[in-house]
């Protein structure tokens, strides 16, 4: 047997940024917890993948504003229960920035259509930082008192550089291989640079929030309004 692509629903023990997946086996199609991607032997971490879009979107470079400036920030990038953030320190704050800026990187690319290269970038990631999978059960127990049987990701992390990371990029290369490299995008509202993962049906997504979208909608409306009073304003001094 072999571990299924499942994505935890509402209910289950485990939260953005948490260290733990749930373990099934493959046969699962549906069901009210689970959505089993049938004949897949990956797992689906797209609550994962979001810690690689939490992580590059705590810099706005257009901006020029950085929220990961102290311990307390890379220990907020975490879940409440997470044990890896006691392990942060001052060192982790320079090592996530660069972790950062080669995950900007891997969206950047993927946003241009070079899907190659933000591959290779992803990959050097998942290579400096692997994961060390574990089946645990000490954590949740079931009503009959039996373990829940999951996996942590990264335990053996020496840092809580080396656990995010690690859990982010295998997230991020899941979601990527699952649903193709163009639903990594970079906002499109300037100056807003933020990442996202894009999850809409018809691969339609341009901007991170609907406060983007909204403020670049405006902002187009308001071009056009100014163009088409241009041309009628030259259009009357023609005539």
């Known amino acids: 047997m072999v571990l299924c692509a499942l994505r935890a629903a509402p209910g289950w023990p485990v939260r953005p940024g948490a260290d733990v997946l749930p373990a099934r086996v493959i046969g699962?199609?549906?069901?009210?917890?689970?959505?089993?991607?049938?004949?897949?032997?990956?797992?689906?971490?797209?609550?994962?993948?979001d810690l690689a879009v939490r992580l590059v979107n705590t810099e706005e470079p257009e901006r020029g504003t950085d929220s990961l400036t102290s311990v307390d920030a890379v220990r907020a990038l975490f879940a409440e229960s997470s044990r890896a953030a006691a392990l942060a320190d001052e060192s982790d704050l320079p090592?996530?920035?660069?972790?950062?800026?080669?995950?900007?990187?891997?969206?950047?690319?993927?946003?241009?259509?070079?899907?190659?290269?933000?591959?290779?970038?992803?990959?050097?990631?998942?290579?400096?930082?692997?994961?060390?999978?574990l089946v645990s059960g000490h954590d949740y127990l079931d009503d009959a008192g039996r373990p829940r049987w999951h996996l942590h990701l990264a335990d053996n992390s020496p840092?809580?550089?080396?656990?995010?990371?690690?859990?982010?990029?295998?997230?991020?290369?899941?979601?990527l291989t699952e649903l193709g490299a163009d639903r990594l995008g970079i906002c499109q509202a300037a100056p807003c640079r933020n990442a996202y993962l894009d999850t809409s049906t018809n691969r339609s997504r341009r901007y991170c929030s609907d406060r983007c979208a909204t403020r670049a909608n405006v902002a187009a409306y308001r071009a056009r309004k100014r163009q088409e009073a241009q041309d009628a304003a030259g259009s009357a001094h023609q005539g």
């Open 28 to 49: 699962w199609k549906q069901s009210a917890r689970y959505r089993c991607c049938s004949g897949r032997t990956t797992v689906e971490l797209a609550s994962y993948a």
């Open 95 to 133: 090592r996530l920035r660069a972790v950062r800026t080669r995950l900007r990187g891997v969206f950047e690319a993927a946003a241009e259509g070079d899907e190659v290269r933000g591959v290779d970038l992803l990959n050097s990631l998942l290579m400096e930082y692997p994961v060390s999978p």
């Open 159 to 175: 840092t809580a550089t080396a656990h995010f990371s690690a859990v982010a990029c295998m997230g991020l290369a899941v979601h």
